[in-house]
């Protein structure tokens, strides 16, 4: 016979793991905490409702911008080329959401949003330099920007040496999304006589 002690025992059973429950912010919210001297905003962006930190920039990052801004102020004019400015998007998605893309191309002077956000018409272009993001600025920003119908989106992913390029929003997503390889150029919606060549945005000589 065997022994009750020496029988096999199942393991205790287990509850569900869930998530632990996150704060949904809003804009008015983050008003309040930057108001207040709670929240310093120079780090952060609001999306889906959720301060996303922006990361410390290492050097291949800092290089992508400055390459692909100082092109685009070359085609559009200093004036209409921002950094890490805030946007509005879609109204349904205004009051959770607040990005701040690594570069935007408006389409009026900068000097002309004194005290507002540009819309969405007001956007040529937007730019984000992706590195440990890259997952992040393909999916939920893409899609954030789409539907706003904002009429292009550049991504240029830093670890595979190409520029994603999204175009035509439809429905909440980008219907033409294109890759383009250093090798391979690629001319703005707002600019189409002028090429961007992909290689420029990489310093010569690194990897």
């Known amino acids: 016979m065997v022994s009750a002690s020496s029988r096999a025992r199942s393991p205790p059973s287990r509850a569900p793991l869930s998530p632990p429950p996150r704060k949904h912010w809003t804009r008015a919210e983050c008003a309040a905490l930057e108001a207040s001297g709670l929240l310093t905003p120079q780090d952060l962006e609001l999306v889906e409702g959720e301060l996303i930190t922006r990361m410390g920039k290492k050097r291949p990052h800092v290089n992508g911008v400055t390459f692909v801004m100082a092109w685009l102020v070359r085609i559009f004019g200093q004036e209409f080329v921002n950094t890490e400015a805030p946007i509005d998007v879609a109204p349904e998605d205004n009051p959770t959401n607040e990005p701040e893309p690594d570069i935007i191309v408006l389409t009026r002077p900068s000097w002309e949003f004194a005290n507002a956000n540009p819309q969405p018409s007001d956007l040529h272009l ?8 890259l997952g992040f600025d393909l999916t939920t ?33 980008y219907a033409t999304i294109a890759a383009y390889s250093e090798s391979e150029s690629v001319a703005p919606l707002a600019a189409p006589q002028s090429a961007f060549r992909v290689a420029d945005a990489f310093p010569s000589g690194t990897s």
């Open 141 to 173: 920003k893409a899609a954030l920007y789409a539907r706003a119908r904002i009429a292009e989106y550049w991504v240029l992913d830093l670890a595979a040496r190409r520029l994603v390029v999204h175009r035509d929003p439809q429905a909440g997503r």
């Open 126 to 133: 937007l730019v984000e330099i992706s590195d440990t993001t």
